[in-house]
């Protein structure tokens, strides 16, 4: 057998030419000895018979793109990619060790969830960037917590999950487009079909991830996710959602953790079932149906000390002049009603008006707990809370 030093030579000169290629038809190993422990190809990969590397380094260099194709998938032990282009995968390969992310990526067909990059059971990678990743299917074998190195041309947008107990096979990978009008996927994921407890999807991004162990994964977002675009989106509103193949709609998948702002952050979901989903994006809660209460999100509960010191001394609810025709009714913690106004414009200061309690304009309402009901007649809104009030 010729050095291996030799062998890459060789390799290199045959990739000047567009339409050469290694053809592998078997009896070909590459093993670890020496400083030239690898094979480096220059030009495309054609395997069409076993090449099941347990040592050395097979790595892809050069200038333009390389396909790797053949009708048998190639087991390397270690593998890197440095190249100005990218590594096209018409055929899956297996990577036992380390993938070594130089520059360039890696890209299968993204309308081929059976062709992809293959960390197995003990692989990993390392070096990964926004240079080099996998642009298209990443796939991994028996792990319960994995990374996918995924992200589209320009940028690294990972995913991780963590399973229930070791998955044999989950694939992964990125797309970059609008779930409603994909590009490679045979359905459009129509952003309106969705259950009422999401307020808005996300139209610029979605992953595929695919799996038959329950998981929770965790998805980031950067400015271009374009969430703070999001009518009152923050990133407490930011939930994962997916699009349940059963019923053909957008589910919630829930947050269990968040970090960050609405510009940049990270967003773990509940533990679902992947494989009963297309795919996952971002969505938000729904917003509250009525501008009344987006406009005053204290709306709830009030704290009243009718002391004369001019703090709290009657009860304010902003803005209901926006509804003239308004009312305000409080009941004690027995049921019963202790005030009445209809067109209420501040008058409450802890004194009973209605109802067989009406005490002592002196003394007032005793300290306690008040359940209050809110009517908003011209915005055909009620809305009810409670008060304390302090002696």
Not at 308 to 324: A, H, K, Q, R, Y
Request: proline letters at 5%; aromatic letters at 12%; hydrophobic letters at 40%.
């Amino acid at each position: 057998m010729k050095p291996l030093h030799l062998i890459a030579f060789l390799l290199f000169a045959q990739g000047v030419s567009a339409q050469s290629a290694l053809h592998h038809a078997g009896n070909m190993q590459v093993h670890n000895g020496g400083p030239n422990r690898g094979l480096g190809l220059h030009t495309n990969f054609i395997n069409n018979a076993v090449f099941d590397q347990s040592e050395g380094l097979v790595g892809f260099y050069g200038n333009t793109t390389i396909e790797v194709s053949g009708n048998t998938p190639a087991h390397l032990w270690d593998t890197e990619i440095m190249i100005l282009d990218r590594v096209f995968l018409q055929n899956t390969l297996h990577v036992k060790n380390n993938v070594n992310f130089v520059d360039g990526n890696f890209l299968s067909p993204k309308d081929n969830q059976a062709v992809f990059l293959n960390f197995m059971d003990q692989g990993f990678f390392t070096g990964e960037n926004d240079q080099s990743k996998v642009t298209g299917f990443a796939a991994i074998n028996n792990r319960s917590f994995f990374s996918f190195p995924v992200g589209d041309n320009a940028l690294l947008r990972p995913l991780t999950f963590e399973s229930e107990g070791a998955t044999p096979l989950a694939i992964c990978a990125y797309f970059d487009e609008n779930p409603a009008t994909p590009s490679f996927l045979p359905q459009s994921l129509d952003t309106d079909r969705k259950v009422r407890d999401i307020g808005t999807i996300s139209e610029r991004e979605f992953w595929i991830f695919q799996s038959d162990v329950p998981a929770k994964v965790t998805i980031s977002w950067n400015v271009g996710s374009g969430l703070a675009l999001i009518p009152n989106a923050t990133a407490e509103s930011v939930i994962v959602v997916g699009w349940l193949k059963s019923s053909k709609q957008w589910v919630v998948l829930g947050n269990t953790a968040f970090s960050g702002d609405i510009n940049q952050g990270f967003v773990t979901s509940d533990t679902f079932l992947p494989s009963d989903y297309a795919a996952i994006t971002f969505g938000t809660i729904p917003l509250p149906t009525d501008t009344f209460a987006v406009n005053n999100p204290t709306l709830g509960n009030y704290f009243l000390s009718p002391n004369g010191d001019g703090v709290n001394d009657f009860l304010m609810i902003d803005n209901m002049d926006e509804s003239p025709n308004n009312s305000l009714r409080i009941f004690n913690r027995f049921g019963q009603k202790v005030f009445e106004k209809i067109n209420y414009t501040n008058e409450f200061r802890g004194d009973s008006n209605t109802g067989s309690l009406i005490m002592s304009q002196d003394i007032g309402l005793p300290e306690g707990v008040y359940y209050y009901l809110v009517t908003l007649d011209d915005l055909n809104l009620q809305y009810t809370g409670y008060l304390f009030l302090d002696r």
